[in-house]
């Protein structure tokens, strides 16, 4: 088959819209369909300083490196989660990925800052809840501590159908009243877009192996992806029956979100020992890793 544009052999079909496109203008799209989606939702605007979180996966190499060549003034964290090779591995590629796109790379290792690993933790939560939680906090604090307006994640349309559907599936309407592209920043909660939202996952690929971006592809060991992966492979069929499935969930569920908020806000505190947002006298992250003084991220520059 042949590009839609030009009659070169074609790189890729996409499915909604359907199209064939070559290497060329399949990465043209896609970087016109990030500016878009950035403007449509806005979610950054030019001359915000922002903070890419790079984990080394495809999502988030992708969106540092396409915010960099968009022109946003951007800098990239990673965190080392301090899971065993699976951590020094991510690190390394992250390392990789910063360097080919140009972006400076910060590094927050958590072994070395907390005394221990995710998995390390003599507790009885699981630990993807306290990895979520350590991750949010590190990312917010150091954007803040640092003065970024912005911080950017890599999740596209597939996270989030996925994420949707399985709230759904449970009636989560707490996670149900937190979707979309853009968390406003409120107070010392820096803000937080998802400049890949209406991207879908196959097209996250395509973009990274055409512009050249090595990626972890291992799972990390703690993860208990099934549920996710089952959502997403429920969702690929659906999508191809019917193609643009996954984009009416998502843009219907924008919709009706409303339904899902809280009328009465919870008033936040600031915690004792950090003085970050807390609902009660000490936040659940400085509560969960027993701190009694709070981090410092402060980078010193020149
Ligand atoms: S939450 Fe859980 Fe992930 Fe943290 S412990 Fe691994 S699987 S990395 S997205
Ligand atoms: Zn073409
Ligand atoms: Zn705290």
């Given amino acids: 088959m042949r590009c839609k544009l030009c009659g070169r052999p074609a790189y890729i079909k996409l499915h909604y819209p359907r199209m064939y496109l070559c290497e060329e203008h399949f990465v043209e799209y896609f970087e016109r369909k990030v500016q878009r989606t950035i403007e449509k939702y806005k979610l950054l605007r030019k001359g915000e300083k922002i903070l890419v979180a790079v984990s080394g996966g495809k999502d988030s190499a992708v969106t540092a490196y396409v915010l960099n060549k968009l022109g946003y003034d951007m800098e990239c964290l990673h965190i080392n989660l301090g899971i065993g090779e699976y951590s020094e591995k991510s690190e390394a590629y992250a390392r ?37 939680l350590t991750k949010r906090y590190i990312m917010n604090k150091f954007a803040y501590d640092n003065g970024f307006d912005a911080i950017a994640t890599g999740h596209n349309l597939d996270d989030e159908a996925s994420f949707l559907l399985n709230n759904i599936l449970h009636w989560n ?59 997403k492979a ?69």
């Avoid at 003085?275 to 992250?285: D, I, K, L």
């Fill in 96 to 132: 990789k990925q910063c360097a080919i796109i140009g972006a400076p790379l910060h590094i927050v290792r958590v072994k070395e800052l907390l005394g221990y690993g995710i998995g390390e933790v003599k507790t009885r939560r699981p630990p993807c809840s306290y990895c979520g």
């Fill in 234 to 302: 429920m969702l690929n069929e659906m999508e191809e029956k019917r193609p643009g499935t996954k984009m009416n969930f998502v843009k219907g569920y924008l919709r009706k979100r409303h339904l899902f908020e809280l009328r009465e806000k919870v008033e936040l505190k600031e915690c004792k020992v950090c003085g970050m947002p807390a609902q009660g006298e000490v936040c659940s992250f400085c509560r969960f890793w027993g701190l009694e003084k709070p981090l410092d991220f402060r980078v010193r520059r020149g």
């Fill in 173 to 231: 309407t707490e996670y149900l009243a937190k979707g979309g592209p853009l968390l406003p920043g409120e107070g010392k909660f820096v803000k937080k877009v998802k400049p890949l939202y209406e991207l879908t996952e196959r097209e996250v690929v395509a973009y990274a192996l055409a512009v050249g971006l090595e990626y972890i592809v291992e799972e990390c060991p703690h993860a208990r992806g099934a549920t996710t992966l089952d959502m």
